[in-house]
């Protein structure tokens, strides 16, 4: 398997622009978390879903960030509009046991 | 108060020593207990996992969960600069996928 992919690697876009994030989970596995990690704050819960259906999105910062998980295979975090707070590395993750979460490769975001 | 702290460092240390890495938590409810480990621009990866109390070992690696303390700990022996990297302590409650992260400790081995 080829883990966890996520795409784009980086992504600059100018504040007010839409970005969105994609994710294609380790086929077979359940759960789908999506994470934030920037120095000051580490690696922050955004949101996780469990057999694509969206369980605790309490970590999602405000109305302008967005996540679906349409199918077991796909995922996306849209945030709109973005703003230069935004700036950060998003991880997609997932898991099928508890506590074992495979990491993707992130994607680092600029806004400017 | 954060629910896990975890000293950030940086950590500095030769080749061979024991690296010592710990995190503790405030709530009680933890039952999984997870060592990542995250190279520079590169996603977490699992290093060791725990469930409950105790001691685990996995070559060069020993993680410890003591519950009555609220406090974990992990251990590389015979550390190689190959271990430099930041380490990541994760908990989470039963029957939840939820995972809550330290801040992480960097550590640098020198060769």
């Known amino acids: 398997d080829a883990g966890v992919i996520q795409s784009p690697r980086h992504e600059v876009t100018e504040m007010g622009q839409e970005v969105t994030l994609r994710c294609k989970p380790i086929s077979g596995h359940n759960s789908l978390f999506w994470y934030r990690q920037t120095m000051m704050r580490g690696l922050e819960l955004l949101i996780y879903?469990?057999?694509?259906?969206?369980?605790?999105d309490s970590g999602m910062p405000e109305d302008r960030f967005s996540a679906k998980m349409p199918n077991a295979s796909f995922s996306t975090l849209k945030i709109q509009p973005s703003e230069p707070r935004d700036s950060a590395v998003y991880f997609c993750?997932?898991?099928?046991?508890?506590?074992?979460?495979?990491f993707g490769q992130g994607t680092r975001l600029t806004v400017v | 108060q954060k629910e896990v702290e975890q000293d950030p460092g940086p950590l500095s240390v030769p080749e061979g020593a024991i690296v010592s890495l710990n995190c503790t938590y405030s709530n009680s409810a933890f039952q999984y207990f997870m060592w990542y480990r995250q190279y520079s621009r590169k996603g977490p990866e699992l290093l060791m996992y725990?469930?409950?109390?105790g001691n685990k070992e996995d070559g060069r690696f020993t993680a410890q969960v003591d519950k009555s303390s609220k406090y974990i700990s992990l251990f590389i022996r015979d550390s190689q600069p190959s271990d430099s990297a930041t380490y990541l302590c994760a908990m989470s409650q039963y029957n939840d996928y939820k995972l809550s992260f330290g801040a992480g400790t960097t550590v640098t081995v020198r060769a």
């Open positions: 993750a997932s898991s099928l046991v508890q506590g074992e979460a495979f």
């Open positions: 879903f469990n057999n694509n259906v969206p369980i605790d």
């Open positions: 725990t469930y409950s109390s």
